[in-house]
Structures are given as structure tokens and as C-alpha cells.
């Protein structure tokens, strides 16, 4: 890491995924610093990028050496990275007192949930980790000055954990929604088609969705299809529900050209996310590539999106639901055969994520809050 950084501006990761690939080719340029990369990194996309596998230690003493005029760093209420932020903003203060010209702090927040409360069975070494993070948390969060929340969810959640600590912090709301994918033309759905894409874990819902699926065949007959994109531990029983029903397909880690197929022409996407003791959906990549694709979304009330969508025609379930309960919202959501230019035409005109980056760096731009 002795090489200079490319950029005045730096952006700083603890893993880095594809969906940060792609936007970082639409967002200002700026150098992009990470810890680890996710399993849907996609090297292809590294092209013209300043990217730095990096330590903690090796992120401190980028940031420290590199005159940046702004950085951006996890929400506080991220977990994962905590000690890499704080690591990076104690460079910050340090460079600070050699009479470095200070650095502006942004941070773009979808945390849904609490996660430094403790439970019951907590071992002791857990506990004192978790208040380790909430302590550099808060240290973040006194450092930001330019904050945009993507859901309304996130900004109650900071507010209810993180203290007021008297100070004025520039924040809006600008939800996490996408424009229309510009990957192709997007016209007639395949009648029937439902779609998963994500990791194939209990958390995103794999396991209900495949205790659903010969409800939902039974209620709507031999029409629909249930295509599966993905990899994860529940692999194995998927490719058990795809020798169980042929109306069942798995797909392993395709391109993402295949991706985006998959996407024009499926009627339906579902994520049933599952709340664990540690983690909660904030926003759901694949219902937001769902909506970008005009699909209608079949999901539970634990992304931090839930509230819209239910605004606009698509169907959120209580994540406990039954497996019929499952089963008659995608068969209702596959019988409306909903256009997909009526799914399209409620997205907003630019991207949520790119209005937030514009917010976050030209502080002059208002925004509703």
C-alpha cells in the first residue's frame, strides 16, 4: 500500500460486491478501499477502478498519507468493518495534528435493526466485542457530517440507538430505489415465471420459499416455473427440490449478463427474508434489481423497504407466514400478470443510490427530507 491513491476521495468497504462494482463506474471517481471481497465479486468490473485490498493497518496509513478531500465509511450501525472505520478515522485525527486540512466524513445508512443489543446465552467474550463496536459506532457517528438514510427505517433505528450528541448533522432521506435497468428492452413477462436470486441460505428465505412451491403448483396447476439463482449451504436442497419438481430450476452462479435475462423476463421476484439474532434485511439487492426489471415483488415485512412496496401493488408477508400463506401470494402476484411498465413507471427518474452519492458530496444540493 505504498502506492499514492488515485483519487481526492476515497470510498471505504469492509466487503465489496458486485452491486458496488457496477455503481462505482456510474458514481464521481474516487479510490475504493476494502477488507475482504464478497462471493459475488465479479473481477470483470475491476476495469479503470483504483481498487486496494487492504488491512486495517494498510487502511489507516492510505488514508493517512493521501490528502483526501472527502471519505466515505460504513454506518455506524454496521457491525462488520467497525474497527476498520475506526481505525481509518483515528488516521484522520491523527493526520489532523501534523495540519492536514480536515476531511469530510459521509455515510449512506440502511441498517435495519439494533446490533449491539445483547441476548440471553451471550458469552462474556461476545458481550465485550459488542460494546467495543458500539463505542467505536458512536465515534463514527460524532465524526460524520453528511449522512443520507435509504429507508425511513434506518433513520429511526439511528435515532433510537445512537446518543444526540448536540451537534448539527446534515442528513435527508432518499429512499433506495432504482431506475429503469438499462441492460435492455423490457417488454412481455413470461406468464408464471417467479424468480430467486441471492445467497441459498435459511436467512434469505430458500427454505420457505421450497416448503411453499407444491402448495403454489397446486393451487395454480402446471403453469409456473421457479427459477433459482444462486449459491450458498442450501444448495444440496434445492438440487433435491429440482429432482422433486420439474417446475423447478437451478442456476449456479451465473454471468451477469444471464442475470439480467433472467430478470427482463420473469414475472415474479421473491425474497422471504429471515430475521436472525444478529442480522435483518435492510433493503434486499434482489427486490431492488427486481423492481428495476419491472417485477412484481413477493417478499416478508423485514426489509426496510416493506412499507413501500406494499404502497405500490407488491406483496409483503409476515416472515413467519405458513407455507399456504406463501403459496397464495405468489399465486395471487402471477395471476394479476401485473405490466411491467406499471411496476416501472412508480420508480423515480434517478437511482437512489446515485442521488444519495450526489447529496453526500455537493452538500449545496437540497433534498426532501
Known sequence: MRRPLQHDTARLYDRLRTAHLERAHQLAPASILYRSRSYDFDESLTTDLDLRQVTTLQ????????????????????????????????????????????????????????????????????????????????????????????????????????????????????????????????????????????????????????????????????????????????EAAVREATEAHDSIHLLVDPDRGSIHERLRSSQVVVLLSQRSPRWREQVGLPIVEGLAHGCSVVTTTETGLADWLSEHGHDTLDPDGHPEAVARSLERALARRRPAQDVLADLPDVDGRLAADGWLFSPTTSHPC
Open 59 to 234: 487502511a489507516a496509513r492510505a488514508v493517512a498519507s493521501s490528502r483526501l478531500v472527502a471519505l466515505e465509511i460504513n454506518e455506524p450501525l454496521m457491525r462488520a468493518g467497525a474497527l476498520l472505520t475506526g481505525a481509518a478515522l483515528l488516521s484522520l485525527r491523527m493526520a489532523r495534528l501534523f495540519g492536514r486540512p480536515r476531511t469530510t466524513v459521509v455515510s449512506y445508512a440502511i441498517e435495519n435493526l439494533d446490533p449491539f443489543r445483547t441476548r440471553p446465552g451471550d458469552r462474556r467474550r461476545s458481550r465485550l466485542r459488542l460494546q467495543v463496536e458500539k463505542r467505536l459506532a458512536h465515534h463514527a457517528w460524532r465524526r460524520i457530517d453528511r449522512l443520507v438514510y435509504g429507508t425511513e427505517s434506518a433513520r429511526s433505528w439511528d435515532r433510537a440507538v445512537l446518543p444526540d450528541h448536540g451537534r448539527s448533522l446534515q442528513d435527508a432521506l432518499i429512499p433506495a430505489l432504482p431506475t429503469v435497468c438499462s441492460c435492455g428492452p423490457i417488454g412481455d413477462k413470461e406468464p408464471g415465471s417467479v424468480l430467486f436470486i441471492g445467497a441459498l441460505d435459511h436467512r434469505k428465505g430458500i427454505d420457505a420459499l421450497l416448503a411453499a412451491w407444491p402448495l403454489v403448483i397446486e393451487i395454480a396447476g402446471s403453469g409456473p416455473e421457479l427459477t433459482v439463482i444462486g449459491k450458498g449451504p442450501r
